[in-house]
T-cell receptor, first 114, second 115 residues
Framework: NAGVTQTPKFQVLKTGQSMTLQCAQD?????MSWYRQDPGMGLRLIHY???????DQGEVPNGYNVSRSTTEDFPLRLLSAAPSQTSVYFC?????????????FGQGTRLTVV | AQKITQTQPGMFVQEKEAVTLDCTYD???????LFWYKQPSSGEMIFLIY??????QNATEGRYSLNFQKARKSANLVISASQLGDSAMYFC????????????FGTGTSLTVIP
């Protein structure tokens, strides 16, 4: 019962480098999302998806790209890393229906951009 | 306007005492859910408790209960008989039926349990 698997756990990037954070879930959840967590700011939504082939922007989408080719996978791409993207990133998934189901989270990725 | 407001950045509680973590929310959707998550120092997000907008009774899960006051738009988490392992960050979140299934999170409350 893997749930939501997020890799890597830690990453250091140089300014301008690109990378992809991987997220996979095995619960057949339609809804997947990416958040960043910064001190004092809670979790802020970057991008989300309500199903394969459908993605939309959240509160802080600039500098990030996503795609959803399968139900299971929802990678987050940093196009050109900046120090402002130093953060802890969480992937989450849930059933799409209504308002009643909780989000399941990955273990998080601590990203440092130098 | 903030969808979820947590006004207590940090809280302290004596071991074995009860503590209330505050959460207020803002929505005009009649159908919504309220969630509490715990984030220990190890970093993972752990789901604790859920309350639906149509639920007549306050939700309870073991030592956790949710004090749901719909008219006041508050959904406070009550932890009874605090334990050292309850020291963590706690996040309140909301999901509305009509806004694309997004979760809205508060800024969190850091709880420290004192032995």
């Amino acid at each position: 019962n893997a749930g939501v698997t997020q890799t890597p756990k830690f990453q250091v990037l140089k300014t301008g480098q690109s990378m992809t954070l991987q997220c996979a879930q095995d619960m057949n959840h339609e809804y997947m999302s990416w958040y960043r967590q910064d001190p004092g700011m809670g979790l802020r939504l970057i991008h989300y998806s309500v199903g394969a082939g459908i993605t939309d922007q959240g509160e802080v989408p600039n500098g990030y790209n996503v795609s959803r080719s399968t139900t299971e996978d929802f990678p987050l791409r940093l196009l050109s890393a900046a120090p402002s993207q130093t953060s802890v990133y969480f992937c989450a998934s849930s059933l799409r229906r209504g308002w009643e189901t909780e989000a399941f989270f990955g273990q998080g990725t601590r990203l440092t951009v130098v | 306007a903030q969808k979820i407001t947590q006004t207590q950045p940090g809280m302290f509680v004596q071991e074995k005492e009860a503590v209330t973590l505050d959460c207020t929310y803002d929505t005009s959707d009649p159908s919504y859910g309220l969630f509490w998550y715990k984030q220990p120092s190890s970093g993972e997000m752990i789901f604790l408790i859920y309350q639906g907008s149509y639920d007549q009774q306050n939700a309870t899960e073991g030592r956790y209960s949710l004090n749901f006051q719909k008219a006041r738009k508050s959904a406070n988490l009550v932890i009874s008989a605090s334990q050292l392992g309850d020291s963590a960050m706690y996040f309140c979140a909301m999901r509305e039926f009509h806004t694309g299934n997004q979760f809205y999170f508060g800024t969190g409350t850091s709880l420290t349990v004192i032995p």
